[in-house]
């Protein structure tokens, strides 16, 4: 992960979101992280940066269906769970995977073991630039993507909490997108949830550890614009997902090649 250090005095929190990691004392907040430190004087915030999103033809609305493929409602669910559900399932993924594994670190990884039969987690902007991956899901899935999102963890030793002040502090989004063949989802801020807060055990090796967040017990709570997508067929599909944070401080993107079995 890359990162550079900013001003800690402007966050009280540790934090990461997409494209981004800040850390100082209290929280972890993590979204597509980055990190790679400069130099600063005592506990910092850390953050990163990418390119703005791909142009596109033509557009398809929040719910509305296009060439097969249909974007469900904010209020669909799968299985009784809500998008404020399934991504509460994926900020304990982000929290309880090893670094190694993880696709924030490597896009490469994924779905991170996440996925069921029902829903396929996919990989979330996670490093400044273009940057694409190849991914495979099965035609019985529904497609989750989350262009942009923010979560802040507990640091016990520290008598941190992990509560929507937090994302607060993290949410100055300016736009995001999501681009499936072509087609722009509008419409994004009407998926924008929050995640219950939730328990979770970080392992060794976790995305935060080398920000001074050490393995154990801990709690997570996330916010984040949770798309389902489903009706994709079987053969080749191009994903792109993209973030703006700040009015371009902050802005990435992800190709996803994703093939459907």
């Not at 991170?112 to 630039?129: C, D, I, Q, R």
């Not at 899935?141 to 994302?167: K, M, N, R, Y």
């Not at 995640?195 to 001074?212: A, C, K, Q, R, Y």
């Amino acid at each position: 992960m890359r990162c550079r250090w900013i001003d800690t005095r402007k966050v009280g929190d540790m934090i990461t979101r997409s494209g981004r990691v800040i850390v100082v004392a209290l929280v972890v907040a993590l979204a597509a992280c980055s990190s790679t430190p400069g130099p600063t004087e005592g506990p910092s915030p850390v953050e990163s940066t990418t390119a703005a999103p791909p142009s596109t033809t033509s557009t398809m609305t929040a719910g509305a269906s296009s060439g097969g493929i249909e974007v469900l409602g904010p209020d669909a669910d799968v299985n009784g769970m809500s998008t404020a559900d399934l991504l509460g399932t994926y900020a304990v993924g982000v929290a309880e995977t090893p670094a190694d594994d993880s696709s924030m670190d490597d896009p490469a990884k994924c779905d991170m073991g996440l996925s069921t039969g029902s829903v396929y987690f996919a990989p979330t902007p996670g490093e400044p630039g273009d940057l694409s991956t190849t991914c495979t899901m099965s035609e019985d899935q529904t497609l989750l993507v989350v262009p942009t999102s923010a979560f802040c963890i507990h640091a016990p030793e520290f008598g941190g909490t992990a509560d929507t002040s937090c994302l607060d502090s993290l949410w100055d989004l300016t736009s995001s997108s999501v681009t499936i063949d072509g087609v722009e989802v509008e419409g994004l801020d009407a998926y924008e949830v929050d995640s219950e807060v939730l328990d979770v055990t970080l392992p060794e090796g976790n995305l935060f550890e080398d920000h001074g967040v050490p393995a154990g017990a801990s709690r997570t709570i996330a916010r984040g614009q949770v798309v389902l997508v489903q009706g994709l067929t079987p053969g080749g599909h191009t994903v792109v997902l993209a973030f703006n944070f700040g009015d371009g401080e902050f802005a990435g993107s992800l190709t996803i090649d994703l093939t459907v079995e």
